[in-house]
């Protein structure tokens, strides 16, 4: 009998540095389930901030890699009065994290901005990814990437960041929030009335609210439908081929000049014949 074994994937953009023996921490973007720090710190046993109650990560005590944008300088007056300065780190448009001087030693992440998620141990089920969360009671949020103009209505792919999905009808045009829907709603098993389409930080970013499941049942059946393609597809389903063989109808004048041509063995007996 063959040994068993086991594939795994790594992704160095997602783990980021090994520094010796210590755990490292993935944290994405509560908001849109972008990827935003990874740190050897556990935040949920770091300290707070009374004033604003942002998690404090001391950089110099952790290794810390930020997969941030920069959102500029704000100055905030707190209710003690005093002016305070904030270089910001943002995640598309929103701020997740800022330091108080430019290459100071504290970096203060924003209470209630990012999220992480581990499997399960020894459960052996995949874990739900952060672009999808739990927003209410019995509601749940999908952050989604729209791609247009495709051969096929598809669920690509369930991802960190986003859901990929695809539809036929241009980003732009006015069918493509009804197509939207009805895509998600067929993959979802759930009425048309459970689901609700917001914009996202550009025309082909969506978010999708879902009234009734919870982010198990999302993930589970969104993965589903992702299984139940033709092909696992990469970037669009436009390089799908048909690969079945229908067979043709030969044109007439075809046929009658194939009836007409005598079968191979009698062809073979003509000549014998002439030589007698």
Not at 55 to 74: H, N, P
Not at 109 to 115: E, F, K, P, W
Not at 202 to 217: A, F, T, Y
């Amino acid at each position: 009998m063959p040994p068993r074994r086991t594939t795994l994937t790594y992704s160095s953009e997602d783990v980021g540095p090994v520094v010796g023996d210590k755990p490292l921490y993935v944290y994405y973007c509560k908001y849109s389930g972008k990827h935003a720090l990874t740190t050897d710190c556990n935040l949920a046993t770091a300290p707070r901030r009374r004033t604003d109650h942002a998690l404090v990560l001391d950089t110099q005590a952790f290794l810390v890699k930020l997969y941030t944008t920069d959102g500029g300088a704000k100055l905030l007056r707190r209710k003690s009065g005093e002016v305070e300065r904030q270089i910001r780190y943002n995640v598309g448009k929103l701020p997740v994290a800022y330091r108080t001087e430019p290459d100071g030693r504290y970096l203060y992440v924003l209470d209630n901005a990012l999220t992480t998620y581990t499997a399960g141990e020894g459960d052996g089920k995949a874990p739900v990814p952060p672009c999808i969360l739990k927003i209410g009671p019995n509601k749940t949020q999908v952050a989604l990437e729209v791609d247009d103009r495709g051969k096929q209505r598809l669920i690509l792919r369930v991802t960190a960041d986003f859901v990929r999905v695809q539809v036929k009808s241009a980003i732009n045009s006015s069918h493509n929030h009804e197509e939207l829907l009805e895509l998600l709603r067929g993959a979802l098993g759930v009425r048309l009335g459970q689901l609700s389409l917001q914009r996202g930080e550009d025309q082909r970013h969506k978010i999708l609210i879902v009234e009734g499941l919870d982010p198990d049942k999302v993930f589970a059946k969104l993965q589903e439908s992702v299984d139940r393609n033709p092909r696992r597809l990469g970037r669009s389903s436009k390089h799908v081929i048909n690969t079945s063989i229908v067979p043709m109808e030969m044109p007439e004048p075809a046929k009658q000049q194939q009836q007409q041509q005598p079968e191979p063995g009698k062809q073979e007996q003509q000549p014998a014949a002439a030589a007698k």
